[in-house]
């Protein structure tokens, strides 16, 4: 799967991503075909959480946040 083709999706957390520069692991289901990558977040987030990708690093390396957003979290506007 292309990298810039995530930006956008939805995926799971499967191991919970610590924080900073500390990954997890989420997965993203695309066309019934489960795809695993190392996901990055400013703040913690709990095995189970939905999450939305917002950066492709590459090497199977993603930036999220969580979704839907947390009440209080900061908005990108565009």
Known sequence: MRGQSLV???G?????????????EIR???????????AYAVQPLPSG?????VHF???????VEPWPPMPGG???TG
């Open 8 to 10: 956008g999706k939805v």
């Open 12 to 24: 799971v957390v499967v191991t919970a991503v610590r924080g900073g520069d500390r990954p997890g």
């Open 28 to 38: 993203v289901v695309v066309q019934g075909v489960p795809h695993h990558y190392l």
């Open 49 to 53: 959480a939905h999450v939305l990708v």
């Open 57 to 63: 690093r590459g090497a199977r390396q993603v930036d």
């Open 74 to 76: 900061h908005t990108t």
